[in-house]
Nanobody, 126 residues
Framework: QAQLVESGGGSVQAGQSLTLSCAAS??????MGWFRQVPGKEREGVAA????????YYADSVKGRFTISQDNAKKFVYLQMNSLKPEDTAMYYC?????????????????????WGQGTQVTVSS
C-alpha cells in the first residue's frame, strides 16, 4: 500500500525558513505535490513536481519563496520554504499520483492526486 510520511514542520518566526520532507514508500510516482490547509478553508495546492522531467509548478502565493525538489532515488520530495509569512501557517500535506493526468491540467488541483500523507503543521508567527 502506498504510504507518504511528512516531516519537518514546526513553529518559526516570519522571515525564517523550513524544509519539509516527504518519504515515499517503495512505489515511485509520476507526480508529487505539496498542499496546505487551514481550518475552515479548502485544501490549497502549493507546489507540484513531475518526477520524470522535473518540471515544477507553484501557487502564485509562494512563487519565488518555495522550492519543490526530489532526491535522486525519487524516494523523498522536499519543500524548501523561505521568507515564511504568517499566512503560510497551515497543515502541509504531501500527495502523489502514480501516473500523470491526461491533458492540459492544473497540477495544483487535489483531485489529480491519489495518495496523501497525514500532514505536518507549519506555524509562522509575526
Amino acid at each position: 500500500q502506498a504510504q507518504l510520511v511528512e516531516s519537518g514542520g514546526g513553529s518559526v518566526q516570519a522571515g525564517q525558513s523550513l524544509t519539509l520532507s516527504c518519504a515515499a514508500s517503495e512505489y515511485t510516482y509520476d507526480l508529487m505535490g505539496w498542499f496546505r490547509q487551514v481550518p475552515g478553508k479548502e485544501r490549497e495546492g502549493v507546489a507540484a513536481l513531475k518526477t520524470g522531467n522535473l518540471n515544477t509548478y507553484y501557487a502564485d502565493s509562494v512563487k519565488g519563496r518555495f522550492t519543490i525538489s526530489q532526491d535522486n532515488a525519487k524516494k523523498f520530495v522536499y519543500l524548501q520554504m523561505n521568507s515564511l509569512k504568517p499566512e503560510d501557517t497551515a497543515m502541509y500535506y504531501c500527495a502523489a499520483s502514480p501516473r500523470l493526468p491526461w491533458g492540459n491540467v492544473d497540477f495544483l488541483e487535489a483531485l489529480y492526486y491519489h495518495y496523501w500523507g497525514q500532514g505536518t503543521q507549519v506555524t509562522v508567527s509575526s
